[in-house]
């Protein structure tokens, strides 16, 4: 089955700096890509996605890139603001099928 | 539109209890539904989906259980718990052929002591 990696488990940067966090996915057949942001206590929401015809997608301050050849993905986060704090988890799913295999999730502390 | 509920929203359980935990879906028919589990500090783990009445297919194995009654019903039991059960559970939902967002409940504080 599929195997997502997700790097950093914890993140600080400061205020206003960029934030990057970056996932592999082992099998080829995955061809959709979203990101979901989990605040404190709450239920996660879905950030951005890309899917595989594409190699970036872009949205205002969050743009997320792929890279298929070597399998992977990164969610990038420019201009970072606190409310930015929260834990961010990556996600593939493939083509044929019905399971969305998530990373373990990157906690993104935002320093004002 | 569609919305998700789970019930109930905390609930503490003494080891060896069972367990019914319940996810509806409105707004939507022949949906996906998704049980995760999310431990302190950690990631989503996929334990049970559905792709329709009564089909349920398993990732982990465990002393958990799930069931789809009805297209938009979606329940997870046990029928004793472990102090390893303790976690947050989500569900989930997601529009039948996958490939596209997956849309979560508020999910369940379970607390086994």
């Known amino acids: 089955g599929e195997n997502v990696e997700q790097h950093p488990s914890t993140l600080s940067v400061q205020e206003g700096d960029s934030a990057v966090i970056k996932c592999t996915y082992s099998d080829s057949a995955s061809n959709y890509f979203p990101w979901y942001k989990q605040e404190l206590g709450k239920r996660p929401q879905l950030i951005i996605d890309i899917r595989s015809n594409v190699g970036e997608k872009k949205d205002q301050r969050i743009a997320v890139t792929l890279n298929k050849t070597a399998k992977h993905f990164s969610l990038h986060i420019t201009e970072t603001q606190p409310e930015d704090s929260a834990v961010y988890f990556c996600?593939?799913?493939?083509?044929?099928?019905?399971?969305?295999?998530f990373g373990t999730g990157t906690s993104l502390t935002v320093i004002p | 539109s569609q919305t998700i509920h789970q019930w109930p929203a905390t609930l503490v359980q003494p080891v060896g209890s069972p367990l019914s935990l319940e996810c509806t879906v409105e707004g939507t028919s022949n949906p996906n539904l998704y049980w995760y589990r999310q431990a302190a500090g950690r990631g989503l783990q996929l334990l049970f989906y559905s792709v329709g009445i009564g089909q349920i297919s398993s990732e982990v194995p465990q002393n958990l259980s799930a069931s789809r009654p009805q297209d938009r019903q979606f329940i997870l039991s046990s029928k004793k718990l472990l102090l390893s059960d303790s976690g947050f559970y989500l569900c989930?939902?997601?529009?039948?052929?996958?490939?596209?967002?997956?849309?979560f409940g508020p999910g369940t504080r379970l607390t086994v002591l």
């Open positions: 996600a593939a799913s493939m083509e044929t099928g019905n399971q969305f295999y």
């Open positions: 989930a939902w997601s529009v039948r052929g996958g490939r596209n967002e997956q849309f």
